[in-house]
RNA sequence: GCCCUCGUGGUGAAAUUGGUAGACACAAAGGACUUAAAAUCCUUGCCAUUUAUGGAGUGCCAGUUCGAGUCUGGCCGAGGGCACCA
């Protein structure tokens, strides 16, 4: 017997594969249909272990579905626009579609490699004028139902990218990408009307059900619904002001009006251009506002007018009205009503300025004096100090009827607030998808004519330009519509766009004419299950279901209303981290382990500093890089090795013995392969054993199937494991076997270890001339039945024995075994059993005085 | 501050959903084979006197139950999300 050659045997199959199109999908109306999409990869230049973890999982489910007998489609591409294209590009001065090509060929090699049921006809690229010509046309598309606009706003500018980040993109008032300190500027941009459908985004997250809570719980934050009211204040003072509109969640505090806040962006600030005081302040404002710190002490500024606001509940009340650093322009009007004693942020600003207020909530187990001191309370109670309204019952009453009062005194209305802003698309970059709009000489927009579409990204780019290197393209820039000159819109589409309707594209990636056909995605959409990274919940999965109702929006078009009917979200894998003395990061081959302290490689002297285990980084240099891995163990020892130690959805260590021990379990299962096969050739004779491998396989397809549909992928390898144990005590004992049985059990076990280690079950397959008819075994419920059980015997719920005998035996006979059994004289003797709970076929427990 | 999730051996984790806690693996210790090492195989796993046998035991404190890792309430701790959203 030979060694387990991983590299021949893996090379030969994914040969065979690829060469018989194994993988292939297309329309069978005659079959259930399985869409399995994985997150497609940013080619960066090599794939890293979140994508072999990430491919591996899908890869199960895959091969798994197909065994099952569903059409399965399991495509791959790559989102190949994106900054780091054209950072490289500039650096090593390199065109960044060259660049991103041998990426995508480089790691599209180490994808096949890990042996991946991927249909790699139906690949894509979002650089691809191929793909980005079809976008260009849904741009269009969604300017003609009005879903996009182009304004003027202030924007987040990420001042090392030189590019504007969408809300999303910033993350602690910093850009997600370069960490730089994120800007304000205020600039003409390309939005989506994506706040137009917060309350279906809403609602539809009640219909996925096979998405993870968490996931759902923060869209449902992000878009941040609020039911309240606008209350128009009236205003006097010596500004042209009549009144400021609020909006409020708590108009029943109204009694505590104390002052009236504003944004330094609201209209009235148009007032205060020349005044310098003010203009001082706004400076101030800005520039505390986006600092982390700023945030968390929260400090409150604000800037005296001199118009007053009038209580609409008590006119006979005068309020102060300020410009206030914490007040947001872009939600509701960009004006609040401070009511200190019930909010927090009123209150500071209030203590601050040392404005009067009062308490209008009391909590139930206070007095009627109660007074707020300290800090605000915004906790239920009932309504006190304000007239008319008092003794509601705060939430539950106040709220509706001060509404209800509001509106028949024409005061205020009824209104629900959504944070989710419109998505801001435009970038300032050169890579990525051109946006297909001119100017006319007066600024006009217009479209580029759909005849004249795609339009192309020009080659032979000056990278090193300042700004936007488009801008600086004349030849490109300038052109001729109808005889009339315009200029082209130089920004390009957020990357976020083209990984918004990739799903979609992958049902008919082959056809130029369309970006999709609708019977292709009638077939084949939803995506059945999605996989990916949770640091998608919000970005990527929030758009991708804003562009399916976009495109649906006003034509019904589409079937289904969610693109990913399934989600989930896999855990990252990790890995210790290392300094040297110097506090310089190092990576794992750069240290070595001398008894149980690590030094740096070829030195004794300098001792190795053991961070945290963190998610692998190029920063912190603890990644291990899959390809190497691979050479030395193999794609299904690394897939063994990746689905192994956590469950998918947490993070997991990544560990070198565990690595090791994958390696060489397979080259233990390879030995016993090949005592099952010495054996399958022998002759049956009389001694033979063939009830407990059957039972024994009947429940393993039990406990695998069961562990596949419910994503416990690490304890599917804990049953690969169990399945050889037991089968290497049953080879290596002397009976024989009954050989049908045998065979038969030896198939379907191998069938069983094939979604996780492809390749060596098809080898072994193949070995022993099974490889025919294969498909997923189905358990046989008669045989789960086990003739024999262990019965556990409890005395006042304490466990004392465990009796092996015959199932569906009553409390009588068992109570008789018991009796005879050498345990009950120490425990039963000269006792009286007050009470017998008696569960069949699984315990018995006897109450006694002690 | 608000919201979500999770606390099980030295470590990663299992537990048929209320019924034998620790499957499976990593690490460690002891042993076998070996001149030796590596590899391989076996055993052990917290406390009590050694195989046997007891006892404690799933973050802490109560509760429900014949029986709780699992259900309920409170507390403590860790991780994640949002963060002046009025």
């Given at each position: 017997m030979e060694r387990y050659n991983f590299k021949t045997v893996e090379e030969k199959w994914q040969e065979k594969w690829a060469k018989l199109k194994v993988f292939q999908s297309k329309i069978d109306t005659s079959k259930e249909k399985f869409y399995c999409l994985e997150m497609?990869?940013?080619?960066?230049?090599n794939i890293h272990m979140g994508h072999v973890r990430n491919y591996t999982i899908g890869d199960v489910l895959s091969r798994y579905k197909s065994l099952q007998g569903f059409n399965v489609m399991h495509p791959m591409g790559w989102?190949?626009?994106?900054?780091p294209a054209e950072n490289a590009a500039r650096e090593n001065n390199l065109d960044p579609k060259e660049w991103t090509k041998k990426n995508i060929s480089t790691m599209k090699e180490q994808l096949k490699k890990l042996g991946?049921?991927?249909?790699?006809?139906r690949e894509i690229s979002t650089c691809s004028e191929e793909y980005y010509k079809h976008q260009q046309l849904f741009f269009l598309e969604l300017y003609e139902k009005g879903l996009v606009y182009r304004k003027e706003n202030y924007v987040n500018w990420d001042p090392i990218d030189q590019t504007v980040l969408a809300n999303e993109q910033v993350i602690d008032g910093k850009?997600?990408?370069?960490?730089a300190v994120v800007e304000r500027k205020k600039l003409n941009q390309w939005f989506f009307n994506i706040s137009k459908f917060s309350q279906e985004l809403l609602d539809g997250l009640d219909d996925l059900?096979?998405?993870?809570n968490k996931v759902k719980v923060m869209q449902k934050n992000w878009i941040g619904k609020s039911f309240g009211c606008e209350i128009a204040f009236k205003t006097e003072g010596?500004?042209?002001?009549?009144e400021i509109k609020c909006f409020t969640?708590?108009?029943?505090?109204?009694?505590?009006?104390?002052f009236l806040a504003l944004s330094v962006?609201?209209?009235?600030s148009k007032y205060f251009v020349d005044d310098k005081k003010f203009q001082e302040f706004k400076k101030e404002c800005s520039r505390t506002g986006t600092t982390e710190e700023a945030i968390a002490i929260g400090e409150k500024i604000g800037f005296k007018t001199n118009l007053v606001a009038i209580n609409?509940?008590?006119?006979?009340q005068k309020v102060p009205v300020f410009f206030a650093?914490?007040?947001?322009?872009?939600?509701?009007?960009?004006a609040v009503f401070g009511c200190p004693a019930h909010d927090q942020r009123d209150f500071d600003f209030a203590k601050k300025y040392g404005l009067n207020f009062k308490t209008v909530v009391k909590p139930d187990?206070?007095?009627?004096s109660f007074e707020v001191k300290g800090e605000a309370y915004s906790g239920p109670g009932t309504l006190i100090n304000?007239?008319?309204?008092?003794?509601?019952?705060?939430p539950e009453e106040s709220i509706v009827k001060t509404i209800d009062i509001l509106e028949e005194r024409k005061i205020g209305q009824k209104k629900i607030n959504f944070r989710l802003k419109d998505w801001g698309?435009?970038?300032?970059?050169?890579w990525g998808c051109p946006i297909p709009m001119a100017y006319d000489e007066d600024g006009n927009v217009t479209t580029i004519p759909?005849?004249?579409?795609?339009?192309k990204l020009p080659?032979?780019?000056?990278?090193?330009?300042?700004?936007?290197?488009l801008n600086a393209k004349t030849d490109w820039k300038n052109i001729i519509i109808n005889g009339k000159k315009y200029v082209r819109e130089t920004d390009t589409l957020d990357t976020f766009v083209c990984s918004s309707w990739y799903y979609l594209r992958?049902?008919?990636?082959?056809?130029?004419?369309?970006?999709?056909r609708q019977e292709e995605v009638d077939y084949w959409?939803?995506?059945d299950q999605y996989i990916g990274?949770?640091?998608?919940?919000?970005l990527h999965l929030l758009y991708s279901r804003f562009f399916m109702k976009a495109l649906g929006y006003k034509n019904?078009?589409?079937?289904?209303?969610?693109?990913?009917?399934g989600l989930f979200t896999q855990g990252m894998v990790c890995h210790e981290t290392y300094k040297d003395k110097n506090n310089n990061w190092l990576s794992p081959d750069e240290i070595e382990l001398i008894g149980d302290q690590f030094f740096k490689?070829?030195?004794?002297n300098h001792k190795v500093k053991v961070g945290p285990s963190e998610s692998m980084s190029k920063s912190k240099k603890n990644v291990i890089d899959p390809e190497n891995i691979i050479k030395s163990y193999g794609a299904d020892a690394v897939r063994l090795f990746i689905l192994s130690?956590?469950?998918?959805e947490k993070d997991v260590q990544w560990s070198d013995q565990g690595m090791i021990a994958s390696y060489k379990f397979l080259q233990k299962l390879w030995i016993l392969h090949n005592k099952i096969k010495e054996k399958i050739k022998k002759k049956n004779d009389n001694d033979t054993e063939n009830e407990t491998l059957e039972k024994f396989t009947n429940q393993m397809i039990n406990k695998i199937t069961n562990n596949l549909e419910g994503f416990n992928y690490n304890v599917i390898v804990a049953n690969i494991y169990e399945t050889y144990n037991f089968l290497i005590k049953l080879i290596e004992k002397d009976k024989n076997i009954d050989i049908k049985i045998l065979k038969e059990s030896y198939k379907k076990i191998l069938i069983l270890f094939s979604p996780a280690i492809p390749h060596f079950t098809a080898e072994c397959l193949d070995d022993i001339n099974l490889?025919?008819?294969?498909e997923w075994p189905k358990t046989d419920k008669n045989l789960l039945?086990?003739?024999r059980i262990d019965y556990v015997v409890q005395i006042n719920g304490k466990k004392r024995a465990i009796l092996n005998e015959s199932r569906d035996i009553d409390q009588n006979t068992l109570m008789s075994k018991i009796k005879l059994n050498k345990f009950s004289e120490k425990y039963l003797k000269d006792k009286s059993i007050n009470k017998i709970i008696f569960v069949k076929n699984r315990l018995i427990n006897l109450l006694i005085n002690e």
């Open positions: 497609f990869p940013y080619p960066s230049g989102d190949a626009f994106g900054m991946l049921s991927i249909d790699w006809d850009g997600w990408r370069s960490g059900k096979q998405w993870p010596d500004l042209p002001v009549k969640t708590r108009p029943d505090t109204l009694f505590g009006f104390s962006d609201h209209e009235i609409p509940l008590n006119p006979s650093n914490f007040v947001l322009m872009d939600y509701g009007f960009g187990n206070e007095k009627d304000s007239e008319f309204l008092n003794n509601l019952k705060v698309v435009s970038r300032q970059r050169y759909k005849k004249d579409l795609p339009v080659e032979n780019i000056d990278l090193n330009s300042k700004g936007n290197p992958f049902c008919s990636s082959n056809n130029l004419d369309y970006g999709f959409m939803p995506v990274g949770i640091e998608h919940a919000i019904k078009k589409f079937k289904f209303k969610e693109p990913f009917e490689k070829g030195d004794k130690d956590s469950p998918p490889l025919e008819k294969i039945v086990e003739d």
